[in-house]
Structures are given as C-alpha cells and as structure tokens.
C-alpha cells in the first residue's frame, strides 16, 4: 500500500476556474517524488491537499490508509504526522526557535516540555543551528528559518514530508543549505514530496517526477525516463526552458 | 503680564477638582474603554464571522457610530434614552435615566465601533500562511487562534487600543454638554465662580497634557517591548 494515494482529485476556487483537474498518483514508502511545472500550473494547491490544508471537491486521498478527504475529527492528528515546509518558512515570529519546536509536540503529541525540549535541541543540532535555540525567527537568515522549519516538522517524527518551494524564496547562496537537509533526509529513506524548480535535486535524489501543467499531471515518470525523454511537448518545452542555461 | 494671576484658587479648588472632577473622569474612561472593549470583540467576531446577518449588522453599526460626532450622540442618547427605557419595560411614561448613566451608556457604545475596528485589523493583520502553519503541525481552530493568531494580532493591537483610551479620556470632557462635574467641568465651575477663567483653564489644560503625554510615553515604551523582530 503506497504512503500517500491522490486519486482522480478535482478542485474547483469558483464555477469558472478549475485549479485540478482529475490527478492520479501515489507516493511509495521511501519514495521521493519532485512535482514540477510552470507556475500557476496547481502543483502547489496539489501538494497541500495532501494534508487537507486545501479541501478538494472531488477524488479521494489517502495518507497511510486513512481517507484525508472525509476526514473531520481526526484531521489535526492525521497532519502531526504529515510534515509540511512552506515557501515562506512561515515559523511563528513571536516564538523562539526553541518554543517553534516545541509547541506542536506539547499541545497536540502531548510531551512533557523537557521532552519536548531535548527532542528539539536534537532536531536543532541536526539542522546544525543549535546556537539560535534562544532567538526569534526574524534574528535569523531565510536559509536558518527553512531549516528551523524543516525541524519544525520532524520534531514529529512524521511518516512522510512535503515540501511547497522550500527553496523559491531563498537568495541563491541560502539554497544549498536546505537542500543539503532534503538530501540528508532523503537518503535517510524519508517519503518525500517535493514541489520544486530545483532540477539538481530532482536528478540527484528523486525517484520519480511529476509534470504539472495546467491542473493536470501531464507526466508522471521514473526520473531516468523524465530528464532522458520526456514523453509529452509540454514537459520537454518546460525542461529546454529551465535547462537551457 | 501674569502679574494680576491668581494661583491661590487653583490651590483652593484642588480637592473639588480631583476628587470629584477626576475621579469621575477616571471612572467614565475605565468604563468605557472595559465594556468598549468587550463589545468591540464581539462586535469584531461578528463582523468576521461567515453569516451575512451578523456581519452586515457589525459593519451597519461601526459606520453609523463612526459618521456622527460624539457630541452629537451624546445629547442624542441623553434625549432618546428615557424613551427606549420606556418602550423596554412598557412603562407609560419616560424612564429617567440621568446623565451620568447616559454618558457611561454612550461612550461604552460609541467607543466599542472604534475597538471593534482595532481588533479586526489585529486579527487580520497575521498572514493566513501562520494559520496554515499552525493547522499542518497539527493544532485545531482554538489552538491556532490562542497559540498563533491572537498572541500576534494582541502584540499588534495593545498600543493602539492604549492609544485610543488616551483620545478617549480626553474625549470624556465633551460630557460638560450635560453639565457633569468631570475634571474640566469642574474647572469651569470654579473659574466661572470666581472668575478665574484664564487661571483655571491654562491648570486644567496642563493637567490634561501632563497626563496623556506620560502615557504616550509609556505606550511607545511598551510598543519598543512588545514589538515582534521581523
């Protein structure tokens, strides 16, 4: 059974615009998938219904065999175990870092707060940012706050991640560090969903790459398969463009 | 040129002026800014709220109390109260109410559409994206607005809403319509009893400033404090 299964999903904002249109796929355990396509295309909106952050109007979606779609009551623990990074890191600024770690495993996992604190040094150390524990989010780079952010989520100890652009808002010398993270943890066997135009990273750590255009998946291939010969125009006009230089 | 002064009525009328004059000018603002501000939340909740009802009749009210002048609603509550009372309890004759309850009624009213205006723009000014945030770790609607919206909309809001008691305890003196002893009514008492009009008015004008320019001070302090590092 696959982590995470999206079938024939729809998702309407109005009559008129379509955001969805009819996307089937499914991420494997320790599967890491990149969604890319050009922007406006719905990969983001696809994403965060993974964890119900969207509400669609037709499909099912399925998150370690717990239908998400229908799901009410259950919905706040079922997303404690799914971890989200935003685009705009979206840590809360009137916490310490310490305290953005801590609040999702003291209010909804139910730890003690020194449990909760080690759990979070350790994740801090992991990111490599233990010396900030003590400041606030807006003390630190864009960079330091996507990695606080990507501990934020696996303080958790979450059974799948996804990342909306965990990279889009970044200045270019403050991509790699979070992507040295994702790279880290994807080896580690992480499922991973990743929206993303870092090619690098796809062809370095993903399994298979989605192609959205449009509301659409218009691709869903083994990674080989997409960067060798893309099958549809609009994947290989989309890869000349973003590849070209 | 302030040789023929008379300070001494100043000294006179001390007890008079505070400890009635003061003392209800405290009073109304402590009890306006309260129970404004209990109404203004629930009035902000309404206007927020999904229901079409409750949030027309939320926008309905902040527009008509921020489109008359508060003079006006004052004499306009002093005059129309009785006859509301009247009509509430089916009396068949005017209820008296007085001006010192009248006021307190008004301003409580008048001052919760400005609160309700301030709470709106705090609990909007978090970006939907911390929302987002508090919901994928996992809170519920009541966690997010205790843990992450309200914390920050508070953080945005309190020197505003301290602001606002300060124009607000100045406001009070406009109560002397209904010729309530507040702390300018009573100066103008004694200046008109003793002729002293230049003396008392220049004290009660210091009184005024010396106060809300203290405050002033401590609400920038405490905004430097508070303030969230972006």
Avoid at chain 1, 13 to 30: D, I, M, S
Avoid at chain 1, 53 to 59: D, F, R, T, W
Avoid at chain 1, 206 to 225: H, L, S
Wanted: glycine fraction near 6%.
């Amino acid at each position: 059974m696959p982590m995470i299964t999206i079938e024939k999903v729809s998702k309407w904002y109005n009559p008129q615009f379509q955001v969805l249109k009819n996307c089937t796929t499914a991420v494997e355990k320790g599967e890491v998938v990149v969604v890319c396509g050009p922007s406006g295309s719905g990969k983001s909106t696809l994403i965060k219904t993974v964890n119900a952050l969207e509400p669609v109007q037709a499909g099912t979606i399925m998150v370690d065999g717990l239908n998400v779609t229908t799901m009410k009551k259950d919905l706040p623990k079922l997303r404690s175990r799914v971890g989200m990074v935003f685009q705009h890191f979206e840590l809360f600024p009137h916490l310490k870092i310490v305290e953005n770690l801590c609040l999702g495993q003291t209010i909804v996992l139910g730890r003690s707060e020194d449990a909760a604190k080690a759990k979070a040094m350790k994740m801090l150390e992991r990111v490599g940012l233990t010396a900030h524990a003590q400041k606030y989010p807006g003390q630190l780079s864009g960079g330091q706050q996507q990695r606080v952010a990507i501990a934020r989520a696996l303080v958790m100890d979450p059974i799948c991640m996804l990342f909306d652009e965990p990279t889009s808002a970044l200045d270019p010398e403050m991509i790699n560090e979070v992507l040295d993270v994702m790279v880290e943890l994807a080896k580690e066997g992480m499922t991973m969903m990743v929206v993303t135009h870092e090619m690098g990273f796809a062809k370095k750590v993903a399994n298979r790459v989605i192609f959205m255009d449009a509301g659409e998946i218009v691709e869903d291939a083994q990674k080989e398969d997409f960067f060798g010969h893309p099958r549809s125009d609009r994947a290989q006009q989309f890869l000349s463009k973003i590849l070209s230089h | 040129m302030f040789s023929n002064f008379d300070y001494d009525v100043i000294w006179r009328s001390l007890p008079y002026l505070f400890q009635q004059g003061m003392a209800f000018t405290l009073t109304l603002t402590a009890i306006a800014t309260v129970f404004g501000l209990i109404l203004g939340t629930l009035i902000a909740m309404m206007r927020l709220s999904s229901s079409a009802v409750l949030s027309g009749f939320a926008v309905s009210y902040v527009n008509l109390m921020r489109s008359l002048p508060l003079v006006l609603v004052i004499f306009l509550f002093y005059f129309l109260m009785p006859y509301v009372g009247q009509w509430i309890i089916r009396s068949d004759q005017p209820v008296q109410v007085g001006a010192y309850a009248s006021t307190i009624v008004t301003f409580t009213l008048f001052e919760a559409a400005y609160f309700s205006e301030i709470m709106r723009a705090g609990i909007q000014s978090v970006p939907r994206g911390q929302v987002m945030a508090g919901y994928a770790i996992g809170l519920n609607y009541r966690e997010v607005m205790r843990h992450v919206v309200l914390p920050q909309a508070f953080r945005n809001m309190l020197p505003v809403i301290f602001t606002q008691t300060i124009v607000l305890f100045q406001d009070t003196s406009l109560v002397y319509v209904l010729s309530i002893t507040d702390f300018l009514g009573a100066a103008s008492k004694v200046a008109q009893r003793d002729g002293r009009l230049t003396e008392m008015y220049l004290f009660a004008a210091l009184v005024y400033f010396l106060i809300c320019f203290t405050a002033s001070f401590f609400v920038k302090r405490l905004q430097k404090r508070i303030s969230i590092i972006r």
